[in-house]
């Protein structure tokens, strides 16, 4: 160790590996590492650094690095180790972190020379100039909870071509929310919310070339304040965007008409339940006492598109919920829905509960993917939990309720618009993966931008004749 340049292998390891046939290709190939490429911004330009994403390519692991640098979640954790291992036999020194390395730091510290909690603005930098003095800590623990002065981020080392949504960013961090199943708390502590400068985030945007997209913000509408000056800088960019929010978000007066005339056109968000029951057990009091439909109706009208969020098992739900929940998702037209099995992620609230009370079923987390029960459930068994969960899978996007979702829509063109997006995520998923097989992921772009692009515009569509588009409703879609 010494101030020679680097170099650093970066990797996101995958639960399934690209190579595998099990391979969802258009999940996975949908967000480039933006975590590892920040991380990447800190290094100097004689380093030598390689990024690779195992979501989207294969990995070639005949190389010798000197720094190994992995981000890790739960469901790629085991991978991750592997890897670590693997690359420490060989005399790498390698760095793990990300959100299950912050539950788990005893677990991760088995695999690594050194181990990073929390976000990694304050404790990468300081890291780097440890190594570089070869006096390396083996823990680092964050402490600052901001993005001021943070470097803008190397796109240049994100392979553009293999993924659809090339152009994702996140302009904050966190959530002002703290719902008991969630991260947030778990990995940002205390200060669970922060934002970049607006400028920062405008001129981040301005990189980025073409018209679409994603911000991955977990609430991009949590701070009105910072929200409002975003599209005000963003108005006239002619930008198409999908994002996240909350249901009060998307009631509060006056911000999401800004947001949709500043081009935002889709927003996923968490109705989790539809049992008040349910939502105080999990704290996710900011949903109470909401009018979900009412919101729906807002965000149809200012031309915002939603993917629904669902969330099977809490201890109210019973073998009735699964029905329950897609019949009202389609009787309400949302045109695509994300159903998840709870899921304990270590560090949660939820988790500490169920593990006081006995019930986590089992600590394999390659199965906490939000598919698989992973707890015992109150009123219902785990199979019936999975089975009721891939029924409304199965439910919501047959071809009776997509056509019967457009019907709760007033006016004609709203109901084929509806029957092309909601039809498209599903029923031609083989073809976009063709396509994302054959490394053209970014070539689907242009017909994403312009779906965005007619789904605000239906205001003024009226009951006029309806344009063909393409069925496609990709980045709505779960992640
Ligand atoms: C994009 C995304 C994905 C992408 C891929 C990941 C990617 N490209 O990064 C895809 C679509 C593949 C994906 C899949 C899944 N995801 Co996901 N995903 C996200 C999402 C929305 C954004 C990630 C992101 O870009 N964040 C922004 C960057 C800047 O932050 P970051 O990645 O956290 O990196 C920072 C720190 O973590 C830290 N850091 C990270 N690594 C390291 C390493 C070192 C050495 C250091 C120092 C620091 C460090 O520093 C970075 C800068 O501050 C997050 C939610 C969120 N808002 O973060 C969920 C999230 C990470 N996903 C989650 C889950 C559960 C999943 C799934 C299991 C869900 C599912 N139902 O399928 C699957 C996994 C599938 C599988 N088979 O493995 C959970 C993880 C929970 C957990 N405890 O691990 C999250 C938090 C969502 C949630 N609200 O629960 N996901
Ligand atoms: S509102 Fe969403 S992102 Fe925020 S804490 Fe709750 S589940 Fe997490």
């Not at 593990?355 to 707890?375: A, C, K, M, P």
Request: aromatic share 10%; hydrophobic share 40%.
């Amino acid at each position: 160790m010494n101030p020679r340049a680097l170099k650093v292998k970066m990797i996101l390891p995958a639960l399934t590996e690209a190579k595998s046939p099990f391979f969802r290709p258009i999940k996975y190939s949908l967000f480039p590492p933006l975590g590892l490429a920040s991380l990447a911004a800190y290094f100097g330009p004689d380093d030598h650094i390689e990024l690779q994403d195992e979501h989207v390519e294969v990995l070639h692991l005949d190389d010798e690095p000197d720094l190994v640098v992995i981000q890790v979640y739960i469901t790629n954790a085991k991978r991750s180790y592997e890897l670590a291992d693997l690359y420490r036999s060989r005399g790498a020194f390698v760095c793990l972190g990300g959100l299950h390395v912050t539950s788990l730091p005893d677990e991760a510290a088995q695999h690594a020379d050194a181990i990073f909690l929390g976000p990694g603005e304050d404790i990468w930098p300081q890291f780097l100039s440890d190594f570089r003095a070869n006096e390396p800590k083996n823990r680092y623990e964050s402490n600052a909870r901001s993005l001021v002065g943070a470097p803008p981020l190397r796109r240049d080392l994100i392979k553009r071509h293999l993924y659809l949504v090339p152009n994702s960013l996140v302009v904050s961090r966190g959530c002002p929310h703290e719902c008991d199943f969630c991260y947030v708390k778990a990995f940002y502590g205390n200060r669970h919310f922060y934002t970049q400068a607006v400028d920062d985030s405008l001129r981040e945007i301005e990189r980025l070339p073409g018209k679409h997209l994603y911000f991955l913000d977990d609430h991009l509408l949590g701070n009105p304040r910072f929200a409002n000056q975003l599209f005000d800088g963003m108005k006239g960019m002619g930008r198409l965007f999908q994002s996240a929010s909350t249901i009060a978000g998307i009631l509060r007066p006056d911000l999401l008409e800004k947001a949709a005339e500043a081009g935002l056109r889709s927003l996923f968000v968490g109705f989790e339940t539809l049992d008040p029951a349910n939502l105080r057990e999990q704290n996710k009091i900011q949903n109470l006492n909401r009018d979900y439909r009412a919101a729906i109706e807002r965000a149809r009208d200012c031309g915002v598109m939603i993917n629904g969020s669902f969330v099977f098992g809490m201890d109210g739900d019973d073998e009735s919920v699964f029905t329950r929940t897609v019949d009202w998702a389609v009787s309400v037209g949302l045109e695509t829905a994300t159903f998840h099995i709870m899921t304990p992620y270590p560090g949660t609230a939820l988790h500490t509960r169920m593990v006081e009370q006995g019930r986590i079923l089992h600590s394999d987390w390659n199965l906490y993917d939000t598919r698989h029960v992973v707890f015992r459930p109150e009123k219902l068994s785990a199979e019936a939990l999975e089975a009721g969960y891939w029924r409304a899978y199965r439910d919501f996007y047959s071809w009776k309720n997509i056509f019967k979702g457009a019907m709760a829509k007033p006016k004609l063109g709203d109901r084929a618009r509806h029957v092309a997006y909601a039809g498209g995520w599903k029923k031609f998923e083989p073809a976009w993966d063709m396509l994302i097989r054959a490394k053209r992921a970014t070539q689907m772009l242009p017909f994403l931008e312009q779906i965005l692009s007619s789904f605000g515009e239906h205001r003024s569509l009226h009951d006029g004749p309806v344009r063909e588009e393409s069925p496609l409703s990709l980045t709505n879609a779960p992640i």
